[in-house]
């Protein structure tokens, strides 16, 4: 005889299990920061990113116009910090422009790295822009050449932002040192774009910090779906009639049958010709119209001639009024 093999009990999983289980699949779990109940979401995330993408490659030809020399820049990702975490994964020494973004409220901060800032310097003035640059602040000249950069960036970012927010963005200030920018509060929840900046084949990473709190109402109103014009709602509901119209049309198999009938496998397994089974189905109750196992009406039992019919004496609607 061949042993019957009985499946194993089921045990609760352990809260350990799952955690090596998560572990084995690659996904880890993500803290929750209550200071920030209000989370950038996947739409307002792909809303910044057609706008960012195309302030990457306007910095791109800007640079490339200013130094004569091939640049690209690409968007490497957008994220939400405090502006605190984001001042804190700055260098020490950058160069930090504070940008004014009326009629956003607070102010943003475009880093540009102080190698970048120096090499550019380097290739206006005529020099081989090469890796070997002072780390210092800028002197009133190199401030005047470099600003021209600036300006013209900040001009392709309100560009840029134009489908979200009617912005003009201006020069309010320059800081060497992040964390004497001031440009928000440590806490304040702001968005951080990190783009990839490659003069010359070499990569540098270029920041840009926007207020959370005035961009949030700009995202949704970005992201919400247009407006239905009059012509276009005349379409639309043309279109459901015709649909509906067509449903109509469409067969679909409907049976009628009696209630349930449960029996012990000990009776189905002696069934015979000529047997005679009791139904649970009783004899003054109407028969069940059913589509996809969903009772929508009730029937008795009849005939049309030579064919068996069913006369339909309610519906599930006139049920559930009743």
């Given at each position: ?194 783009f990839d900046l490659v003069i010359k ?11 959370f709190a005035g961009l949030h109402p ?105």
């Amino acid at each position: 005889m061949t042993p019957v093999q009985t499946p194993a009990p089921r045990h609760p999983v352990h809260p350990g299990a799952r955690a090596r289980r998560r572990a084995r699949s690659g996904a880890e779990p993500t803290a929750y920061d209550f200071r920030r109940p209000i989370q950038l979401s996947r739409e307002h995330t792909r809303v910044l990113q057609v706008a960012l993408d195309g302030f990457a490659r306007q910095m791109g030809t800007v640079f490339t116009a200013a130094l004569r020399a091939v640049c690209t820049a690409e968007l490497q990702g957008i994220a939400q910090q405090t502006y605190g975490e984001h001042v804190d994964a700055l260098d020490t020494m950058t160069y930090a422009v504070k940008v004014g973004a009326e009629p956003l409220p607070g102010l943003g901060l475009l880093e540009l790295p102080l190698p970048v800032v120096m090499s550019a310097i380097d290739h206006m003035l005529g020099g081989p822009g090469s890796d070997d640059q002072p780390r210092r602040p800028l002197t009133e000249i190199e401030g005047s050449v470099v600003q021209g950069i600036v300006s013209r960036l900040l001009a392709e970012l309100g560009h840029s932002l134009a489908g979200i927010v009617d912005v003009t963005p201006t020069l309010v200030g320059i800081e060497y040192h992040p964390q004497l920018a001031q440009a928000a509060a440590p806490g304040d929840a702001v968005v951080v774009a990190g783009f990839d900046l490659v003069i010359k084949d070499r990569h540098h990473r270029v920041t840009l910090c926007l207020p959370f709190a005035g961009l949030h109402p700009r995202l949704v109103e970005a992201a919400a779906p247009a407006p239905v014009s009059d012509h276009e709602r005349v379409q639309r509901n043309r279109s459901a009639a015709l649909v509906d119209r067509r449903f109509q049309d469409v067969p679909v198999d409907a049976v009628v049958r009696f209630r349930p009938t449960r029996l012990a496998p000990d009776a189905l397994t002696h069934l015979a010709v000529g047997d005679v089974v009791r139904l649970s189905h009783p004899s003054s109750a109407p028969l069940d119209v059913v589509v996809a196992d969903a009772t929508f009406a009730h029937a008795t039992a009849g005939s049309h001639g030579a064919r068996l019919a069913a006369l339909v004496v309610g519906t599930a609607a006139t049920k559930e009024n009743a």
